[in-house]
Structures are given as structure tokens and as C-alpha cells.
């Protein structure tokens, strides 16, 4: 298909095909720097598709983006497209390209350049760290996506969180809109681990960040893996029936109690599931 360059502003897919801790770039005699597999978004395409579409064309591999809708937006009418590593603009001679970054791994085909390339190479991250031929804002991508010893995202982390009870009730909060993950979501109080922290370390600091209490009575409730988009995380939940101190809301956008008849509130699912469990467990 002949692409309209008249236009002011073009829309581009790049992306960062990863295999056996890689990334896939490309020699291309329009740039002194090494590429990665990309172009532009045609007439009636989706991001996310001229991103498949310009890998196979340019490496003959057949690829799946690593990035995932997130399913719980979907409704009759709205559907959720893939969210991007990251999107760019890029000035290209008196014309502007925005670019959607994505991440990739092979599922099929044989690695074979077209005619617009002179070399394809695949580069560690010490290798991308060392280039020269790799230009300064695709090697922090590419650096970002290979820090943890080429894990491929989404990443695993680790979460403490904490189940208060009152009176037949138990809190919840209400993420803040600049979160990354969830915003604005309705939710059991909790947080990431930091480095070297056991579970209980992390329930302790995070419920002092968060609430500023500190639990005199608290048990283990049970651990549940929850699968976002974004990273997959291990949620590590516990009871709290005793603590000193007032509540106060330090993190969240708000902080409310809700009666054990009203789980079906709570937006995240793994949260939902585990104070159940809990309800489940008085019975």
C-alpha cells in the first residue's frame, strides 16, 4: 500500500523483538545508527498491528507483542488495545513521527532482511551497553527491558497486603488516578516488597507508609498470584484485627469501610477472593 507522506504528523510501530536475552536491530543505510523493525501505520491499521505486519515484512519472523490488553476494560462498546513499552515523538525532517514502542518475542518464520536493510544483528545487554552504532534513547529502552537479566515483561514482584477487620467490616482504599498500576481501582491497602524483605517486613513498613498504625494482632491469610498486564505479582495477604494508632489516609485517594456483604465492590480480583476466604473461614 503507497503511504500518504503529506501528511504533518505520521503515526509509527517500532519494535524490540527479544530472544534468548536479545534485542533484533537492524543496519539500514538511511541511519548511522541501528534500527529495530518498524514503520509506519497505514490507512484503516491499528499500532499494534503494523507492528506484526512491519516485523514480518522486514525480518520474515512472525512475532507476538509481549503487551497485553487489559480485559477487565472491556465493555459492549469499548475495546482495549495493548498499551505500548512507551510512545515517542520523533521529528523527521520538517514532518513529525509519533511512535508506539512494543515488545516482541518469535513464535514463527526464519530471520531474513528485506531490501531495506543491509544487516540484522541481535545485541546482549552488555553488547547494546557498548555500541556506538546504538543510538542513546532506543538503548535505554532496550536497556530498561533487559535490566532484570533479560526477564521479559511483564515482571515478577512480590506484594504485602493487609486486611483490616472492625465490627464485621474491613478497609479498603481507593487507588490514586497517578498510579501505574490500577489507578483508581477500589482495593485492599498493600505494596511491593522492597529488596531483601520477608513478608512480614514488607506488612509492617508498608501498612505505616500507608496508614500510619503499626498491627498488634495480624496473622497469614494465604498467598494469590494476580496476572496484570503490567507485571504478574505474588500477594501476600494477612488479617489484622488489632493495631495502634489512628488511620490516617497518607497514599490513597480515599479509604472507606465496607460490610463483609459487600466483596463484590472491590475491583481487584485476587483482593476480593482472598477476603472471602477470610469470611468463608468464620463460618
Keep these: 500500500?503507497?503511504?500518504?507522506?503529506?501528511?504533518?504528523?505520521?503515526?509509527?510501530?517500532?519494535?524490540?523483538?527479544?530472544?534468548?536475552?536479545?534485542?533484533l536491530f537492524l543496519k539500514q543505510e538511511k541511519s548511522n545508527y541501528l534500527l529495530t523493525p518498524g514503520g509506519h501505520v497505514e490507512e484503516g491499521e491499528l499500532p499494534q498491528e503494523a507492528a506484526v505486519r512491519e516485523t514480518l515484512e522486514e525480518t520474515g519472523l512472525q512475532i507476538e507483542l509481549l503487551e497485553?490488553?487489559?480485559?477487565?476494560a472491556?465493555?459492549?462498546i469499548a475495546e482495549p488495545l495493548p498499551m505500548p513499552l512507551a510512545i515517542r515523538l520523533v521529528p523527521c525532517r520538517d514532518k513529525k513521527d509519533i511512535d508506539?514502542?512494543?515488545?516482541?518475542?518469535?513464535?514463527?518464520?526464519?530471520?531474513?532482511?528485506n531490501e531495506e536493510s543491509t544487516e540484522a544483528k541481535w545485541l546482549s545487554r552488555?553488547?547494546?551497553q557498548d555500541s556506538q552504532e546504538v543510538g542513546p534513547n532506543l538503548k535505554y529502552y532496550t536497556l530498561k527491558i533487559l535490566e532484570n537479566g533479560g526477564e521479559l515483561?511483564?515482571?515478577?514482584?512480590?506484594?504485602?497486603?493487609?486486611?483490616?477487620?472492625?465490627?464485621g467490616n474491613f478497609l479498603v482504599e481507593k487507588r490514586a488516578m497517578t498510579k501505574e498500576v490500577d489507578p483508581g481501582a477500589l482495593?485492599?491497602?498493600?505494596?511491593?516488597?522492597?529488596?531483601?524483605?520477608?513478608?512480614e517486613q514488607a506488612l509492617l513498613r508498608e501498612i505505616k507508609e500507608e496508614l500510619d498504625i503499626t498491627p498488634t494482632k495480624y496473622k497469614h491469610l494465604c498467598d494469590i498470584v494476580y496476572e496484570h498486564p503490567k507485571e504478574t505479582q505474588t500477594c501476600h495477604y494477612f488479617v489484622i484485627t488489632e493495631w495502634t494508632g489512628e488511620i490516617k489516609k497518607l497514599e490513597a485517594e480515599s479509604l472507606q469501610w465496607l460490610d463483609f456483604n459487600e466483596t463484590g465492590k472491590i475491583d481487584i480480583k485476587?483482593?476480593?477472593?482472598?477476603?472471602?476466604k477470610y469470611i468463608n473461614g468464620l463460618k
Design 187 to 199: 482495593e485492599i491497602p498493600g505494596g511491593h516488597f522492597e529488596a531483601g524483605e520477608t513478608a
Design 1 to 23: 500500500m503507497d503511504y500518504d507522506f503529506s501528511k504533518p504528523i505520521h503515526y509509527c510501530a517500532s519494535v524490540l523483538v527479544i530472544q534468548d536475552n536479545k534485542v
Design 270 to 276: 485476587p483482593d476480593r477472593q482472598a477476603v472471602e
Design 74 to 76: 472491556r465493555t459492549q
Design 153 to 167: 515483561m511483564p515482571k515478577k514482584v512480590d506484594c504485602a497486603s493487609f486486611i483490616l477487620i472492625k465490627e
Design 126 to 128: 552488555q553488547e547494546i
Design 68 to 72: 497485553k490488553p487489559d480485559e477487565k
Design 100 to 113: 508506539f514502542i512494543y515488545t516482541a518475542k518469535v513464535i514463527g518464520g526464519e530471520l531474513k532482511i
